[in-house]
């Protein structure tokens, strides 16, 4: 069973993401969706990179309309999370059910363990509890500057075909970008997520004032060597597309 397929008309598209609302690569993902429907973005109003799937429950929110650029776009800036922001759009602020919900373009990875802490994804995963169809993509640059532009025709060929064929109910998909020039990039891999952990690391330093505070570092280790994963995918040259299951 499948989500709606887009109709004859210019599908809606709601646009979020967890870097904030200015952040270029959230820009970058609104210029190519206007080129596919009519577009409607709710992100939050600062970096939220790392919320998860927290959600506001002990203080108000705020959404207010905002023009950034001059686009086409209608824009809101939301006081709360990711997943803050899709409930925000579908249950306030939008007259209908989105066609698909785009989430991203992250600065760095949201692969393998990462799907769990990562906000861009839970954006969309909130929107696949709600029964729109979703997509999260990061591109592996975590650089504020990063160039977003070899990816632009990839990210827009792959929402064109979840809209044309329909992504499987209770499925939403994590697609990660390797930061390669567009002809650098071999193609489009659908991948399982690989089995990783974060090793954390805690930098204990003490502020002037004497109190002790930490800074959270840590290693990545990939404990999958198979060569269906979204790591090797990566590693690889591919552009990596995990289904995420809901269920």
Same mark, same amino acid.
């Given at each position: ?18 870097? =904030? @609302? ?5 820009? !970058?993902?609104?210029? $190519? ?7 409607? *973005?709710? &992100? ?5 990179s790392g ?52 989430? =991203? @373009? ?5 692969? !393998?363990?990462?799907? $769990? ?5 839970s954006a969309? *995963?909130? &929107? ?100 269906d994963t ?18």
């Open positions: 069973k499948l989500h709606h397929k887009m109709t004859k008309e210019r599908p809606l598209i709601l646009v979020t993401n967890d870097d =904030g @609302i200015t952040a270029p690569g959230v820009r !970058s993902l609104i210029r $190519i969706m206007n080129k596919i429907g009519d577009v409607v *973005v709710v &992100a939050p109003d600062s970096p939220q919320m998860g799937h927290a959600i506001t429950v002990n203080n108000v929110l705020y959404c207010n309309p905002i023009t950034i650029d001059d686009g086409p776009q209608i824009e809101y800036n939301c006081s709360g999370t990711p997943a803050d922001c899709v409930k925000m759009a579908i249950n306030e602020i939008l007259n209908r059910r989105p066609d698909i919900c785009i989430s =991203g @373009i992250n600065h760095g990875s949201n692969s !393998s363990i990462n799907v $769990i802490y990562s906000g861009t994804m969309a *995963v909130e &929107a696949g509890i709600e029964g729109v169809p979703a997509i999260g993509f990061s591109l592996l640059d975590f650089n504020y500057h990063a160039d977003f532009k070899q990816a632009e025709d990839y990210v827009r060929d792959i929402t064109l075909t979840a809209l044309e064929q329909g992504i499987p109910e209770g499925i939403v998909l994590n697609v990660n970008i390797p930061k390669l020039k567009k002809d650098e990039i071999k193609g489009v891999k659908i991948c399982r997520q690989a089995n990783g952990v974060w090793r954390e690391d805690f930098d204990k330093r003490r502020s002037p004032f004497g109190q002790e505070y930490y800074w959270l570092s840590g290693q990545f280790e990939n404990h999958d060597k198979g060569e979204d790591i090797w995918a990566l590693e690889n040259g591919f552009i990596s597309v995990v289904p995420v299951s809901l269920i």
